[in-house]
């Protein structure tokens, strides 16, 4: 069931009704496409809101690899909401929200093999973005510059991906949780202030590559219950905001056998590896030579034929293995 351009029109006419500024489009059937643009509403105490939803497979809400949103959203509004829902395999969802100066949120749900989702909000504050998917095969992206920004994932089913990029940010708290096997996240943050960020799987052979630039007083949190995981968090720099005395933190806690974690720092900076099952490895590099505080490294490992290491350069800085 083709209803391609009718969506479009539709998505058109009720985004240029500003008493309301409501869209709503619903789509049942394969091969459908929704297109919804809300652009320069400027009326007072007005709040666009965008919902599509689709039931079917190969059907798309705008189309991540191309860039092309299937819900656009640009300044300037109070607020903005946007949610795509679908339910079946093969389904593209993508959600654009720039120049918004006030609060938005993007909401993506995809149920089903194979599906896409993508999220990206600039120049806002007070932001928020949600992706959920079920199902396997499926991928999810973020990207943000935004203030005082959260953001949220959740995947669950094998061979998942998700990819979060934040750039210029103070205060932002992305949280991803995957359950399944095979599953990956990567994470690259730059340039942000008093932010946290935690990662969760569950399953066998999965992994994490967490990447933070130039931050100054980050929290990285990565936790694996599994067997064959792999964590990764490098942290390098802390001179975003002109403070070298203000710590950067890694946890890695990893439960299951054969898991690897490595954290690699450059700055003044905590890291801690917690390891509890057999043939586990964990490493730590710390490589930071200036002012501010020293750089603390521990690592616990239960079980049985374990390793670890743990490097460090400059003074005063402490280290501590345990193992039993």
């Known amino acids: 069931m083709k209803t391609t351009l009718s969506a479009i029109a539709l998505g058109a006419l009720l985004a240029c009704n500003l008493a309301s500024a409501q869209v709503t489009i619903t789509q049942q059937g394969s091969g459908n496409g929704a297109y919804t643009e809300q652009d320069g509403l400027t009326a007072p105490f007005l709040t666009p809101k965008a919902t599509t939803i689709q039931i079917g497979n190969n059907n798309h809400a705008g189309d991540p690899l191309t ?6 959203q640009r300044q300037r509004f109070e607020a903005a909401n946007a949610r795509i829902y679908q339910e079946g395999d093969a389904n593209n969802a993508n959600i654009v929200q720039d120049g918004v100066a006030f609060t938005v949120n993007a909401t993506i749900e995809q149920r089903g093999a194979g599906n896409t989702a993508s999220i990206t909000q600039t120049v806002q504050t007070w932001s928020d973005g949600s992706i959920y ?3 396997s095969n499926n991928l999810a992206r973020l990207e943000q510059s935004v203030g005082d920004s959260g953001f949220s994932a959740i995947q669950t089913g094998s061979d998942n991906k998700m990819s979060v990029r934040q750039m210029e940010s103070t205060f932002n708290y992305p949280s991803v949780t ?3 096997d095979g599953n990956s996240v990567t994470l690259d943050v730059a340039r942000l202030l008093g932010s946290s960020s935690q990662i969760e799987q569950v399953g066998n052979n999965n992994t994490v590559d967490s990447f933070v630039r130039d931050g100054d007083s980050t929290e990285n949190s990565i936790h694996q219950n599994g067997n ?9 720099g802390g001179l975003a905001f002109g403070n070298t005395t203000i710590l950067d933190r890694s946890a ?12 690699l720092q450059d700055g003044a900076n905590d890291a801690l590896i917690k390891q509890f099952g057999n043939d586990n490895f964990g490493t730590v590099v710390q490589t930071y030579v200036g002012p501010g ?17 743990i490097v460090q350069s400059g003074a005063a800085n402490s280290a501590g293995i345990y193992q039993h």
């Open 293 to 309: 505080d020293p750089n603390t490294a521990f690592i616990r490992q239960c079980g049985n034929g374990f390793s670890a290491n």
């Open 252 to 263: 890695i806690h990893q439960i299951g056998d054969n898991n690897f974690a490595s954290v």
């Open 67 to 72: 860039h092309t949103p299937g819900i656009f």
């Open 178 to 180: 995957q359950t399944g």
């Open 228 to 236: 064959g995981n792999t964590a990764l968090n490098h942290q390098i």
């Open 133 to 135: 998917q079920n199902g």
